[in-house]
Nanobody, 125 residues
Framework: QLQLVESGGDLVQPGGSLRLSCVTS????????IGWFRQAPGKEREGVSC????????NYTDSVKGRFTISRDNAKNTVYLQMNSLKPEDTGVYYC??????????????????WGKGTLVTVSS
């Protein structure tokens, strides 16, 4: 019943922008931190960004700091990832995920219990 559905992935040129959305259902989003992860072909899944339940705390992997911004609109059951100045190395399938337990700020891969199916981002000229 817990569902997360990503959208917004596309083919874009280097330097372009995309905004990804994660629409959730089946749980009270306002109680949960949400993470964004990505997986490039042939590589491990890595954490990209994470946001606390109230939006007051965020983190980003070093490679996207200054370019990506995570935000949330709990009234719309949606978490966003704004991606600017995209690089070819940003290419991959992007997933959003929710942890097993509410309220705590949990962002690591193994804390995540519910995953979307991903949306493909391709950055290429």
């Amino acid at each position: 019943q817990l569902q997360l559905v990503e959208s917004g992935g596309d083919l874009v040129q280097p330097g372009g922008s995309l905004r990804l959305s994660c629409v959730t259902s089946g749980f009270t989003l306002e109680n949960y931190s949400i993470g964004w992860f990505r997986q490039a072909p042939g590589k491990e899944r890595e954490g990209v960004s994470c946001i606390s339940s109230n939006g007051m705390r965020t983190n980003y992997t070093d490679s996207v700091k200054g370019r990506f911004t995570i935000s949330r609109d709990n009234a719309k059951n949606t978490v966003y990832l704004q991606m600017n100045s995209l690089k070819p190395e940003d290419t991959g399938v992007y997933y959003c995920a929710a942890p097993r337990y509410p309220f705590n700020f949990q962002c690591d891969y193994y804390n995540m219990d519910a995953w979307g199916k991903g949306t493909l981002v391709t950055v290429s000229s």
